[in-house]
């Protein structure tokens, strides 16, 4: 089939980001959310990165105005959707929120729609089971930040047809991304792995081990990863590294897989990295350089 205008429901990091790219590289976009608040703020985001693309040279002055005339927003979730041949949902890890959602979704968008999650670990197989297109249901797992990060985990879900993937595999492609199709299974390929190295770099700092910039270092410098794993899981946000744990140890019924107690007790305090100011590190606005938690500091 071929895919023209997409839909992305959610205008947080990750919407934004999927809409940004799908609107830069020639698609008609519906961004939409509950807020016009948080689609303003969306907004403001894109031009700020389409922005900073044409300042790196990779983006002309009219290929930004191009991108933003191709990009609409809404708050009517079915008027965002009356022409989608894609949507891409890009809302909260909740299982709950998305199973409402695509319930919703497969009653008012075409049937030849495809229906896609950004999903980092819920089973696609379990989302599908939500509608009667299972068919034609997908995940579509982007990184963040979704202009920069090449990858894009396709997920087939137990009935999703090969005109589905294939459909799904080449429009990745046009955004100049990579894709790689993996199959349904708690936590995929990424979070499968990333998120016991994540938990146990937060058990080795519980079990005082070593700090907080220790442990960075050592990963930073001894396995040329670009950034420590305790800052990484402050990039992601600690409460979404939570709910991904407890999908794996839920799904496998595994112990390894247990979030580490210093973790639950961080989110439960708010403490959830970037995006609420704190995690293990400090985060002010126009501070660049990092800071460790005053909690985490040693004494």
Known sequence: MTIKN???????????????????FGYEVSLVDISQ???DKALQTITKNLDRQIQKGTLSEDEKNQTLQRLKTFTVLKDAVINAD?????????????????KELDEICAPHCILASNTSSISITKIAACTNRADKVI??????????????????????????NNAVVEMSKTLQKIPVEVNDYPGFVANRILMPMINEAVYTLYEGVAGVNEIDTVMKLGMAHPMG????????GL????????????????????PCPLLINMVTAGYLGAKSGEGFYQYEAGRKELVVSSRFQKQ
Request: with cysteine; hydrophobic share 50%.
């Open 86 to 102: 894609l949507v891409i949902e890009a809302a909260s890890e909740n299982f709950n929120i998305k199973e409402k959602i695509f």
């Open 239 to 258: 409460d979404v590294c939570l709910a991904i744990l407890r999908v794996l140890h839920d799904g496998f019924g595994n112990p390894k897989y247990a």
């Open 6 to 24: 997409i839909t992305v429901i959610g205008s947080g990091t990750m919407g934004n980001g999927i809409a940004h790219v799908c609107a830069q």
């Open 139 to 164: 995940g579509m797992h982007f990184m963040n930040p979704v202009p920069v990060m090449k990858l894009v985990e396709v997920i087939r879900g137990y009935a999703t047809l090969n005109d589905t």
């Open 229 to 236: 794993p305790l800052q990484l899981a402050d990039f992601i």
């Open 37 to 39: 608040t948080a689609l």
